[in-house]
Protein backbone atom coordinates (compact mmCIF):
# COMPACT_ATOMS: atom_id res chain seq x y z
CA UNK A 1 0.00 0.00 0.00
CA UNK A 2 0.95 3.48 -0.79
CA UNK A 3 0.71 6.66 1.73
CA UNK A 4 0.23 9.76 0.07
CA UNK A 5 0.36 12.85 2.72
CA UNK A 6 -0.35 15.84 1.34
CA UNK A 7 -2.16 16.32 -2.39
CA UNK A 8 0.77 18.34 -3.34
CA UNK A 9 2.63 14.65 -3.07
CA UNK A 10 0.57 13.48 -5.94
CA UNK A 11 1.85 12.18 -9.15
CA UNK A 12 0.60 11.61 -12.74
CA UNK A 13 0.41 7.94 -11.69
CA UNK A 14 -1.74 8.65 -9.03
CA UNK A 15 -4.08 9.77 -11.74
CA UNK A 16 -7.33 7.74 -12.65
CA UNK A 17 -8.84 5.56 -9.83
CA UNK A 18 -11.31 4.46 -7.53
CA UNK A 19 -12.02 6.58 -4.73
CA UNK A 20 -13.83 6.65 -1.08
CA UNK A 21 -13.67 9.34 1.15
CA UNK A 22 -14.15 9.57 5.15
CA UNK A 23 -12.32 9.85 8.71
CA UNK A 24 -12.21 5.78 8.77
CA UNK A 25 -11.97 6.26 12.25
CA UNK A 26 -12.11 2.35 13.97
CA UNK A 27 -12.49 0.75 10.67
CA UNK A 28 -15.80 -0.60 11.95
CA UNK A 29 -17.78 -3.22 10.01
CA UNK A 30 -19.46 -0.31 7.46
CA UNK A 31 -16.05 0.86 6.53
CA UNK A 32 -15.09 -2.64 5.74
CA UNK A 33 -18.21 -3.08 3.76
CA UNK A 34 -17.26 -0.21 1.55
CA UNK A 35 -13.97 -1.19 1.30
CA UNK A 36 -14.89 -4.27 -0.60
CA UNK A 37 -17.55 -2.59 -2.61
CA UNK A 38 -14.69 -0.56 -3.58
CA UNK A 39 -11.75 -3.18 -4.81
CA UNK A 40 -14.96 -5.14 -6.69
CA UNK A 41 -15.06 -1.80 -8.62
CA UNK A 42 -10.78 -1.34 -8.68
CA UNK A 43 -10.85 -4.84 -10.22
CA UNK A 44 -13.70 -4.57 -12.84
CA UNK A 45 -12.32 -1.60 -14.13
CA UNK A 46 -8.92 -2.46 -14.02
CA UNK A 47 -8.01 1.00 -11.80
CA UNK A 48 -5.88 1.53 -8.36
CA UNK A 49 -8.75 1.90 -5.15
CA UNK A 50 -7.66 4.94 -3.00
CA UNK A 51 -8.66 6.08 -0.08
CA UNK A 52 -8.96 9.69 1.04
CA UNK A 53 -8.64 10.37 4.74
CA UNK A 54 -7.76 13.85 6.41
CA UNK A 55 -6.04 15.06 9.32
CA UNK A 56 -6.57 16.41 11.40
CA UNK A 57 -10.58 15.29 11.37
CA UNK A 58 -12.98 18.37 10.33
CA UNK A 59 -14.68 17.77 13.68
CA UNK A 60 -11.55 17.92 15.65
CA UNK A 61 -9.99 20.69 13.68
CA UNK A 62 -13.77 22.49 13.78
CA UNK A 63 -14.33 21.72 17.89
CA UNK A 64 -10.64 21.62 19.17
CA UNK A 65 -11.30 18.32 20.85
CA UNK A 66 -9.08 15.42 19.67
CA UNK A 67 -11.75 12.56 20.37
CA UNK A 68 -11.10 9.21 18.18
CA UNK A 69 -10.92 5.70 17.83
CA UNK A 70 -7.95 5.06 16.22
CA UNK A 71 -4.61 6.56 15.98
CA UNK A 72 -3.76 7.55 12.29
CA UNK A 73 -0.89 4.27 12.40
CA UNK A 74 -3.30 1.91 12.98
CA UNK A 75 -5.97 3.17 10.54
CA UNK A 76 -2.98 2.87 7.80
CA UNK A 77 -3.02 -0.63 9.29
CA UNK A 78 -6.22 -1.67 8.54
CA UNK A 79 -6.09 -0.57 5.52
CA UNK A 80 -3.16 -2.28 4.20
CA UNK A 81 -4.26 -5.13 5.95
CA UNK A 82 -7.52 -5.27 3.51
CA UNK A 83 -4.77 -4.42 0.53
CA UNK A 84 -5.91 -1.17 -0.54
CA UNK A 85 -3.57 0.26 -3.10
CA UNK A 86 -3.14 3.75 -2.57
CA UNK A 87 -3.96 6.27 1.23
CA UNK A 88 -4.46 9.81 0.57
CA UNK A 89 -3.86 12.02 4.02
CA UNK A 90 -5.06 15.32 3.13
CA UNK A 91 -4.74 18.17 5.83
CA UNK A 92 -7.83 19.64 7.00
CA UNK A 93 -6.96 23.20 7.78
CA UNK A 94 -8.61 26.82 7.48
CA UNK A 95 -8.13 26.84 4.13
CA UNK A 96 -9.36 23.41 3.21
CA UNK A 97 -12.36 23.71 5.63
CA UNK A 98 -13.67 27.09 3.57
CA UNK A 99 -13.40 25.14 0.17
CA UNK A 100 -16.91 24.78 -1.32
CA UNK A 101 -18.38 21.01 -2.42
CA UNK A 102 -18.66 21.90 -6.07
CA UNK A 103 -14.80 23.36 -5.88
CA UNK A 104 -13.86 19.91 -4.28
CA UNK A 105 -15.18 18.08 -6.63
CA UNK A 106 -13.60 19.63 -9.50
CA UNK A 107 -10.96 20.67 -8.41
CA UNK A 108 -9.73 17.76 -6.21
CA UNK A 109 -11.42 14.52 -7.57
CA UNK A 110 -11.16 15.60 -10.88
CA UNK A 111 -8.46 17.88 -11.57
CA UNK A 112 -5.87 16.39 -9.35
CA UNK A 113 -7.38 12.75 -9.49
CA UNK A 114 -9.07 12.47 -12.31
CA UNK A 115 -11.69 10.23 -10.50
CA UNK A 116 -13.66 7.27 -12.16
CA UNK A 117 -15.65 5.97 -9.61
CA UNK A 118 -16.32 6.81 -6.10
CA UNK A 119 -18.40 5.07 -3.32
CA UNK A 120 -19.52 6.74 -0.10
CA UNK A 121 -22.06 5.99 2.91
CA UNK A 122 -25.45 7.63 2.34
CA UNK A 123 -25.29 10.02 5.01
CA UNK A 124 -21.31 11.45 3.36
CA UNK A 125 -21.66 15.21 3.98
CA UNK A 126 -18.25 17.25 2.24
CA UNK A 127 -17.16 20.76 1.24
CA UNK A 128 -18.34 24.28 3.42
CA UNK A 129 -20.27 23.82 6.23
CA UNK A 130 -20.97 20.69 5.01
CA UNK A 131 -23.34 21.71 1.87
CA UNK A 132 -22.21 18.51 -0.61
CA UNK A 133 -23.66 15.59 -0.45
CA UNK A 134 -24.40 12.12 -2.07
CA UNK A 135 -26.88 13.94 -4.72
CA UNK A 136 -24.95 16.46 -5.67
CA UNK A 137 -21.83 14.08 -5.98
CA UNK A 138 -23.95 12.08 -8.06
CA UNK A 139 -25.52 14.84 -10.40
CA UNK A 140 -21.90 16.15 -10.69
CA UNK A 141 -20.62 12.63 -11.83
CA UNK A 142 -23.47 12.43 -14.47
CA UNK A 143 -22.45 16.15 -15.83
CA UNK A 144 -18.50 15.79 -15.65
CA UNK A 145 -18.29 11.78 -16.54
CA UNK A 146 -17.82 9.93 -12.91
CA UNK A 147 -20.06 7.04 -11.33
CA UNK A 148 -21.02 7.39 -7.92
CA UNK A 149 -22.31 4.90 -5.56
CA UNK A 150 -23.72 5.05 -2.11
CA UNK A 151 -23.19 2.04 0.30
CA UNK A 152 -26.45 2.26 2.76
CA UNK A 153 -25.52 2.61 6.46
CA UNK A 154 -25.14 -0.82 8.24
CA UNK A 155 -27.19 -1.91 11.42
CA UNK A 156 -26.82 -4.89 13.70
CA UNK A 157 -30.19 -5.20 16.05
CA UNK A 158 -31.46 -2.51 14.79
CA UNK A 159 -28.33 -0.40 15.79
CA UNK A 160 -26.41 2.05 13.61
CA UNK A 161 -22.80 0.56 12.77
CA UNK A 162 -20.76 4.03 13.18
CA UNK A 163 -17.85 5.77 14.86
CA UNK A 164 -19.94 7.93 17.28
CA UNK A 165 -22.43 4.53 18.12
CA UNK A 166 -18.77 2.21 19.28
CA UNK A 167 -17.39 5.52 20.90
CA UNK A 168 -20.25 5.56 23.50
CA UNK A 169 -20.54 1.97 23.61
CA UNK A 170 -16.75 2.35 25.22
CA UNK A 171 -17.70 5.49 27.16
CA UNK A 172 -20.47 3.31 28.73
CA UNK A 173 -18.49 0.22 29.03
CA UNK A 174 -19.98 -1.50 26.91
CA UNK A 175 -16.79 -3.49 25.37
CA UNK A 176 -18.94 -6.29 23.99
CA UNK A 177 -21.10 -3.67 22.01
CA UNK A 178 -18.31 -1.85 20.72
CA UNK A 179 -16.47 -5.21 19.72
CA UNK A 180 -19.81 -6.68 17.32
CA UNK A 181 -19.72 -2.99 15.83
CA UNK A 182 -16.07 -2.80 15.41
CA UNK A 183 -15.55 -6.04 14.11
CA UNK A 184 -12.49 -6.63 15.81
CA UNK A 185 -11.00 -5.90 19.10
CA UNK A 186 -10.37 -2.31 20.19
CA UNK A 187 -6.97 -1.58 20.49
CA UNK A 188 -4.75 1.46 21.10
CA UNK A 189 -1.41 1.76 19.55
CA UNK A 190 1.63 3.87 20.94
CA UNK A 191 5.19 4.61 21.35
CA UNK A 192 6.56 3.61 24.83
CA UNK A 193 7.64 7.12 26.21
CA UNK A 194 9.75 8.20 29.90
CA UNK A 195 6.89 9.01 32.41
CA UNK A 196 7.11 10.56 35.98
CA UNK A 197 8.43 6.75 37.36
CA UNK A 198 5.86 6.99 39.86
CA UNK A 199 4.92 3.34 39.23
CA UNK A 200 9.08 2.46 39.92
CA UNK A 201 8.95 4.10 43.40
CA UNK A 202 5.68 2.33 44.15
CA UNK A 203 6.91 -0.84 42.94
CA UNK A 204 4.94 -1.59 40.33
CA UNK A 205 7.39 -0.08 36.71
CA UNK A 206 4.74 1.08 34.10
CA UNK A 207 5.15 1.78 30.16
CA UNK A 208 3.59 5.26 29.06
CA UNK A 209 2.23 5.11 25.98
CA UNK A 210 2.11 8.31 24.18
CA UNK A 211 -0.97 9.53 22.71
CA UNK A 212 -0.01 12.96 21.13
CA UNK A 213 -2.97 14.86 22.78
CA UNK A 214 -5.93 12.39 21.24
CA UNK A 215 -8.61 11.75 23.84
CA UNK A 216 -9.64 7.98 23.63
CA UNK A 217 -13.41 6.74 24.92
CA UNK A 218 -12.40 4.07 27.93
CA UNK A 219 -11.32 5.27 31.32
CA UNK A 220 -10.33 3.35 34.01
CA UNK A 221 -8.31 0.29 34.51
CA UNK A 222 -8.37 -2.69 32.01
CA UNK A 223 -7.29 -6.36 31.59
CA UNK A 224 -4.96 -5.93 28.42
CA UNK A 225 -2.87 -7.72 26.03
CA UNK A 226 0.52 -6.47 24.82
CA UNK A 227 1.68 -6.98 21.17
CA UNK A 228 4.91 -5.86 19.35
CA UNK A 229 6.93 -6.92 22.14
CA UNK A 230 7.76 -10.38 21.73
CA UNK A 231 6.15 -12.73 19.18
CA UNK A 232 2.60 -13.03 21.12
CA UNK A 233 1.04 -10.80 23.03
CA UNK A 234 1.91 -10.43 27.16
CA UNK A 235 -0.79 -9.95 29.72
CA UNK A 236 -1.02 -7.09 31.20
CA UNK A 237 -3.37 -3.84 32.81
CA UNK A 238 -3.51 -0.63 31.95
CA UNK A 239 -5.05 2.27 33.15
CA UNK A 240 -6.22 4.99 30.91
CA UNK A 241 -6.96 8.54 32.82
CA UNK A 242 -5.89 11.69 34.11
CA UNK A 243 -4.43 9.68 37.66
CA UNK A 244 -6.57 11.53 40.26
CA UNK A 245 -4.06 10.45 42.85
CA UNK A 246 -1.42 12.70 41.70
CA UNK A 247 -3.51 15.62 40.26
CA UNK A 248 -3.35 14.80 36.86
CA UNK A 249 -4.98 16.56 34.34
CA UNK A 250 -4.77 14.85 30.94
CA UNK A 251 -5.70 11.49 29.62
CA UNK A 252 -2.30 9.06 29.75
CA UNK A 253 -2.51 5.39 28.68
CA UNK A 254 0.02 3.33 31.23
CA UNK A 255 0.82 -0.40 31.14
CA UNK A 256 1.81 -3.02 33.73
CA UNK A 257 3.37 -6.29 32.30
CA UNK A 258 1.82 -9.17 34.38
CA UNK A 259 4.98 -11.42 35.38
CA UNK A 260 8.21 -9.90 33.08
CA UNK A 261 10.59 -7.05 33.34
CA UNK A 262 11.23 -5.84 29.98
CA UNK A 263 12.66 -2.42 29.24
CA UNK A 264 9.88 -0.86 26.27
CA UNK A 265 10.97 2.32 25.91
CA UNK A 266 10.85 3.84 22.55
CA UNK A 267 9.21 0.62 21.48
CA UNK A 268 6.00 1.07 19.40
CA UNK A 269 3.09 -1.07 20.93
CA UNK A 270 -0.63 -2.05 20.54
CA UNK A 271 -2.65 -2.83 23.85
CA UNK A 272 -5.34 -4.93 22.99
CA UNK A 273 -8.50 -3.92 25.58
CA UNK A 274 -10.06 -7.20 26.99
CA UNK A 275 -12.08 -6.37 29.87
CA UNK A 276 -12.61 -3.48 32.22
CA UNK A 277 -11.90 -3.86 35.64
CA UNK A 278 -12.79 -1.08 37.32
CA UNK A 279 -13.06 2.68 37.38
CA UNK A 280 -10.50 4.97 37.96
CA UNK A 281 -10.35 6.63 41.30
CA UNK A 282 -8.74 9.03 43.64
CA UNK A 283 -6.83 7.16 46.62
CA UNK A 284 -6.14 9.18 49.75
CA UNK A 285 -2.70 7.98 49.79
CA UNK A 286 0.08 5.99 47.53
CA UNK A 287 0.03 3.05 50.13
CA UNK A 288 -3.69 3.06 49.78
CA UNK A 289 -2.87 2.60 45.43
CA UNK A 290 -0.09 0.51 46.28
CA UNK A 291 -2.66 -2.02 47.93
CA UNK A 292 -5.48 -1.48 45.21
CA UNK A 293 -2.92 -2.53 42.70
CA UNK A 294 -1.92 -5.69 44.49
CA UNK A 295 -5.84 -6.71 44.17
CA UNK A 296 -5.73 -5.28 40.54
CA UNK A 297 -2.68 -7.90 39.58
CA UNK A 298 -4.29 -11.04 41.22
CA UNK A 299 -7.58 -10.46 39.58
CA UNK A 300 -5.36 -9.92 36.62
CA UNK A 301 -3.54 -13.43 37.00
CA UNK A 302 -6.61 -14.89 37.83
CA UNK A 303 -7.74 -13.81 34.35
CA UNK A 304 -4.98 -14.89 32.45
CA UNK A 305 -4.99 -17.93 34.40
CA UNK A 306 -0.90 -16.89 35.24
Same mark, same amino acid.
Given at each position: ???????????????????????????????????????????????????????????????????????????? @????????????????? @???? &???????????????????????????????????????????????????????????????????????????????????????????? *??????????????????????? *??????? *???????????????? *?????????? &????????????????????????????? @?????????????????????????????? @??
Amino acid at each position: MEFIRGVYNLKARHRSCVLTIGNFDGFHRGHQALIEQLKLEGRNRNLPCMVMIFEPYPKEFLTGKKVRLTTLRDKL @KYLADVKVDIVLCVLFD @KKFA &ILGAYTFITQLLVKELNVRFICVGNDFRFGSNRKGDYLLLRQTGKDIGFDVMSIITYTEKGQRISSSAIRVALMQDRLTDAEMLLGHDYRIS *GRVTHGNALGRVIGFPTANILLK *GYQFPIH *GVYLVEIYGVVSGPLP *GLANIGVRPT &ICGLHQRLEIYLLDIVIDLYGMYITVVIR @KKMRNEQHFCSLEELQCQIKHDILCARSYF @KL
